[in-house]
């Protein structure tokens, strides 16, 4: 009986008895998940792991699709027909991006998309979103998803006020959370190699602050291998970018650059998570397709 129940487990496919880290993205617009996506891409596809990503506006806003507008046959770049057309366009492009990224699930918060700007106190504060919603919503996802950790964007103090309060609220929800296994939240944001950038916390809300013990965790997507070296994991991101075609001028832009996937550690989390978040960027770096 023991030898029939060894043989089983071995014929069993390796995701049932063996589960990489759950992890879930909370971002404010379709295409903030470009600044990660190939430390995502290596969790779902090369540690047996699994992401679903949350995300908390309609979609309704960014009119720089010259490019694009030739080829959804609509002005993309007029604010009127951006409204109308692009929430489901930009889901769309969204679900194409978590097809590469291997995005088990999505979940859509709706808020409005309304206009870029830097103060995040309007929709902290409920007044230009349904903060209350988020936060109920966010509690629930946590809840049922059993995560290991909790990607964001860095909530630096030149970002967009949407992209603040979805971190914001993704780190409030972490701290609400009550299960026995609470995640391990982490900001991200992709750099150059060399790059000066720094972040200690956004000053007005304690809660961003980062570990100061914790270092800074980083994943190289832009190092070669394979025949002659003309391999990376640069084309990943490239995929990613290239979903999001509505948003042609700013995709333009960022096509094969930035070669980090670079994440900063909250204090929040407390020093006994640097372990295993440790262990997971170690997996991540060593996973995959090695340099020559």
Known sequence: MRHIYLLLLLLLPPCLYAQGPRVLIVTAHPDDETMFPVTVFKITHELKGSADLALITDASGGYNGL????YY???LVDSA???KHLPLIRKKELMASGEV???GNFFFLDQLDDYYNRDEKPYLQ???WDIAYVEKKLDNILANGNYDFVFCLIPHESQHAHHKTASISAIRA???YKGAKKPIVLGGQSQNKGYTFSFAGLAGYPETDILKTAPVFEFDRS?????DNKHSYMIVADWVKASHKSQSGDMNQAMHRGDLEVFWYFALNGAEGIAKTRALFDAVN???YSKK
């Open 67 to 70: 490019v694009a507008s030739s």
């Open 73 to 75: 046959g609509l002005n």
């Open 223 to 227: 190092h070669s291998f394979g025949e």
């Open 81 to 83: 027909t951006g409204r």
């Open 101 to 103: 990224m291997g995005i």
């Open 286 to 288: 060593s996973s995959g």
């Open 126 to 128: 409920g007044k230009n």
């Open 174 to 176: 972490v701290q609400r």
